[in-house]
């Protein structure tokens, strides 16, 4: 990933910091099968292509509250880029 955000490992969840521009993940060794780590890396690394450096898609930037809809979109959208 050209301009891949830095990835912080040793958090308790993972997460991608919109603000820093970081992703957030626990160690790889407390994922019980190497996939699900890699799926959830994939995931935030999607959420993270948004990023103003990247394409600027307001919609990462300003990612609206839990449950809602902006919210559930942009989880799909990462869910959906990720099983790519």
Request: contains cysteine; charged residues 25%.
């Amino acid at each position: 990933m050209p301009n891949c955000p830095p990835i912080r490992h040793g958090k308790l969840q993972a997460y991608y910091d919109t603000q820093k521009d970081y992703i957030g993940l626990p160690r790889q060794k407390l994922f019980s099968i190497a996939e699900s780590y890699y799926a959830t890396l994939f995931h935030e690394l999607i959420h993270a292509t948004g990023h103003e450096s990247r394409l600027a898609q307001k919609k990462i930037m300003d990612f609206g509250k839990y449950g809602s809809e902006q919210y559930c979109v942009e989880e799909l959208t990462a869910e959906i880029g990720a099983a790519i």
